[in-house]
């Protein structure tokens, strides 16, 4: 049955349970016991403590103290329900109205606030890939802030779009690269590597030579400072470009 409602998954409902509408609409029979925002919050426990995999409305149901087929009655499946987890933890973005220095240490502001929910939530970098999707308030709020930062700039509609997104793709990227790292086996890994790569040198001159160098060493230095000083150069040079058009 769970199944079966999940694969017939409604986007105007899916909208409307993310922007508050279903809650407006009247409903027979005996009232709610639960808002979704609390159904939401009760994914959010399970998602925290043991990973999306571990997540389903079984569980939810199990929290919240009712049956699957009457947790239903809140959101129409999982999907949905994770939709609902997202914008729920993503809650307001931050005010870069505040922030002194233009457009560029305001997105600097705004990629540190999206690694700060990443690392809190790493389950929603599963949850929300780059692609077109349901999105709630709380989520356009996101953009909302990131594309007002870099109105200043001049760029184009699509431009400012893209560099939104540019940045999101560095946050996104470093936070996984922190989440997957082992430290102890990264430190075997390396050891193996350059044991290999002593044998094979020469079929790899550059690749040998970057290790002597130390340029596969830890990082000492937060790498997002590095990754948002190349994008943020990258788009600091297009604004001055379209300025001399």
Same mark, same amino acid.
Request: aromatic residues 6%; glycine residues 10%; charged residues 25%.
């Given at each position: ?32 016991? $639960? ?97 077109? /999707? ?18 200043? !700039? *001049? ?20 936070? /996984? ?6 430290? /102890? ?18 079929? $790899?001159?550059?690749? !040998?030579?970057?290790? !002597?160098?130390? *340029? ?19 788009? /600091? ?9």
């Amino acid at each position: 049955m769970s199944a079966n409602r999940e694969s017939k998954r409604d986007p105007g409902a899916s909208l409307a349970l993310l922007w508050g509408e279903a809650e407006a609409r009247p409903r027979r029979g005996p009232k709610p016991k $639960f808002t979704p925002v609390q159904v939401a919050r009760a994914g959010i426990g399970i998602a925290d403590s043991e990973g999306l995999d571990a997540l389903s409305m079984q569980r939810v149901a199990e929290l919240l103290g009712v049956t699957t087929m009457a947790l239903y009655r809140y959101v129409p499946g999982k999907p949905d329900l994770i939709d609902l987890m997202v914008d729920t933890v993503l809650s307001s973005p931050p005010d870069l109205g505040d922030v002194p220095g233009g457009w560029r240490p305001r997105i600097e502001a705004w990629a540190r606030a999206c690694r700060h929910v990443y690392r809190a939530h790493p389950w929603i970098l599963a949850a929300t890939g780059l692609r077109r /999707q349901a999105m709630g308030p709380h989520q356009v709020a996101w953009l909302d802030a990131a594309l007002a930062a870099l109105e200043p !700039t *001049g760029l184009g509609a699509r431009h400012r779009h893209d560099a939104a997104i540019l940045v999101l793709s560095l946050v996104r990227n470093l936070t /996984q690269q922190t989440l997957d790292s082992d430290e /102890q086996g990264d430190r075997e890994w390396d050891r193996l590597t350059t044991q290999q790569l002593t044998l094979h040198a020469e079929r $790899f001159p550059a690749v !040998t030579r970057a290790v !002597t160098e130390g *340029g596969f060493a830890p990082a000492g230095d937060d790498p997002l400072d590095f990754g948002l000083s190349c994008v943020l150069d990258g788009i /600091q040079g297009l604004v001055e470009s379209a300025g001399r058009a």
